[in-house]
């Protein structure tokens, strides 16, 4: 294959020269042409998105006159942005040269920052038309995880910004995610608010918890997350359903036996949403080969469903998407119609709940017990009524915050800000969700 290079190259280089003028270098380009169609080439998975006419700044080029900059926008999720800087730190060690700068700043500041940066890394920041307006440089928007609902997708796509996630599933980040619903469904089983008090008062045998075997548990969602989840939850003995947002060819909402199931008929729920491109992570479509389908029997699609499915859990796993369409799903209706008691765990976003209509379910016993690792509003304030509550557990956003989960998305935000310092495109381990190639 190298005496081919060879041979294309020579030819080319003959015929850009005139050498070969009176050998006719219409046929021997075709033939080099023909050559070339045998050399393997390497798929480009992503390119960068072309910006718009915004001068020298804006070029897609490689960057030799000035560090690349990614910019942390904001100070939480401390130790994403330390794994990157030393990862990135290493790169230009090796390379000797200082290519790459990794820079961080505290959300009321990313307006003003964000025009010297060429890689914006959101976290929990809203990234609007505005902010992006002033992002002169800007190329890549790279979440550090799978949450993009934060980021205003047109205008980063009519600006020419390419938009990417880092799946789940290439990350650890969902394993880690799915560990952290199941200690969460635990908590609350087994009133762990409760624990505490017993051990300040010096009470033994208290509080009466409840087991997960037997126990009917639902898993709203069917993405990567949810996925693992009913993998782990499987042993503990539970009776599984699930549920996801849509059923394009119909083959998702069945039993194991392969009947055909109403909606009534499922102990199931689902976030009754239409799959928007915004979405955080998309969900796989059905597999008939796929062992964790088997784990859950019961599915649905729907509202619908959902009332039908919570009216009989004794759980609630949120491990669905969160869209403009199912912001605050687990409203008033949505609870009114649930098994009195339920427990509700949420691994997936804080704005999927009504606020007021999850207190007044605490207050009034139709909620067992809430235990989320997310919020409303983030950071949770502690005095709020909902964090105060003695059947309520939260936890920091610390469901992917895990030393394997971060160190690998730190690797591969390096390897994405390395790639476009050089002038390339994104690499197929992240996945650009405005319009793919663009």
């Known amino acids: 294959m190298s005496n081919v290079r060879g041979h294309f190259a020579d030819t080319i280089r003959l015929i850009e020269a005139g050498a070969l003028s009176s050998r006719r ?67 230009n060690a090796a390379s000797g040269s200082a290519g790459i700068e990794v820079v961080a700043c505290a959300r009321s500041e990313v307006a003003a920052r964000i025009a010297d940066a060429d890689i ?61 619903a199941v200690f969460l469904l635990l908590a609350s089983m087994r009133r762990v608010n409760e624990m505490a008090d017993s051990i300040r008062d010096r009470t033994l045998g208290s509080p009466w918890g409840r087991s997960l075997v037997g126990a009917r548990v639902h898993i709203v969602g069917w993405g990567d997350i949810a996925r693992k989840i009913a993998r782990r939850l499987a042993p503990f003995g539970c009776e599984l359903s699930a549920s996801r947002a849509r059923d394009p060819d119909g083959t998702w909402r069945r039993r194991r ?16 949403a239409p799959e928007p491109p915004d979405r955080p992570e998309p969900e796989p479509e059905p597999d008939d080969d796929d062992p964790t389908e088997a784990l859950v029997p019961n599915r649905g699609v729907g509202r619908e469903d959902t009332l039908a499915a919570i009216a009989e859990c004794d759980a609630f796993v949120l491990a669905c998407a969160q869209t403009p369409a199912n912001r605050g799903m687990v409203d008033a209706a949505f609870l009114d119609a649930a098994k009195p008691g339920a427990v509700c765990v949420n691994v997936a976003r804080g704005g999927l709940f009504d606020r007021d209509a999850v207190l007044a379910a605490l207050n009034d016993g139709r909620l067992g017990y809430l235990a989320s690792d997310v919020a409303w509003a983030e950071p949770l304030d502690p005095s709020d009524a909902v964090a105060r509550h003695p059947r309520a557990y939260f936890t920091p956003h610390v469901g992917g915050v895990t030393e394997s989960s971060y160190e690998t998305m730190a690797a591969i935000v390096a390897e994405e800000a390395a790639r476009a310092r050089r002038g390339e495109g994104c690499s197929d381990r992240v996945s650009v969700v405005n319009g793919g190639e663009i």
Request: glycine share 8%; aromatic share 2%.
């Open 25 to 91: 270098p219409s046929l021997l380009l075709l033939v080099a042409l023909s050559l070339a169609s045998h050399i393997p080439t390497r798929r480009a998975p992503h390119a960068l998105a072309p910006r718009a006419s915004m001068g020298d700044r804006s070029r897609r080029g490689a960057i030799v006159d000035r560090p690349l900059v990614v910019l942390f926008c904001g100070l939480e999720f401390h130790q994403g942005f330390a794994c990157t800087k030393r990862r990135c730190d290493a790169l």
């Open 257 to 272: 036996d392969g009947r055909a199931t109403s909606a009534r008929s499922l102990r199931t729920a689902s976030d009754g």
């Open 120 to 180: 914006a890394v959101p976290l929990m920041t809203r990234l609007d038309d505005a902010i992006l307006g002033a992002a002169t440089r800007l190329r890549l928007v790279l979440q550090f995880g799978v949450g993009l609902e934060g980021v205003d997708e047109a205008a980063c796509t009519r600006r020419g910004i390419a938009l990417a996630r880092v799946p789940s599933q290439h990350t650890g980040n969902a394993d880690s995610t799915a560990e952290m």
